[in-house]
């Protein structure tokens, strides 16, 4: 059974920094992709950050210079290190999982999704 946890949200100031973890179990091998997406109050979730099984990454481009993504293979887990946070950041973070080699920002190609984590970045 895979299962995807993501855990590391919580509150903080603007500027502060905040790392997301997202656990992945119940796979054999790390032929999978991990996608962050950020899921504000009322909006859609969005697609910002992602690794592919060989080390490629996406960055939106509104974060591409705070936030970088990151994967240790033998502990099954990505990371998502965020930097000089704003408000807007605020929101739940999902981690996605999906069975394939390159990335992708369509929610609905994702196969397994983690429960999310909270991100609240006051002013």
């Known amino acids: 059974q895979v299962q995807v946890v993501e855990s590391g949200g919580g509150s903080v100031q603007r500027g502060g920094s905040l790392r997301l973890s997202c656990v992945v179990s119940?796979?054999?091998?790390?032929?999978?992709?991990i996608g962050w997406f950020q899921q504000a109050p009322g909006k859609e979730r969005e697609y910002i950050a992602a690794?592919?099984?060989?080390?490629?990454?996406f960055h939106k481009d509104s974060v591409r210079d705070r936030f970088t993504i990151s994967r240790d293979t033998a502990k099954s887990t990505v990371y998502l290190q965020m930097n000089s946070l704003e408000p807007e950041d605020t929101g739940t973070y999902y981690c996605?999982?999906?069975?394939?080699?390159?990335?992708?920002?369509?929610?609905?190609?994702?196969?397994?999704w983690g429960q999310g984590t909270q991100v609240t970045v006051s002013s």
């Open positions: 996605g999982l999906y069975l394939g080699p390159w990335l992708t920002q369509r929610v609905s190609a994702y196969d397994f």
């Open positions: 119940g796979l054999s091998a790390a032929n999978y992709a």
């Open positions: 690794i592919s099984n060989d080390g490629g990454t």
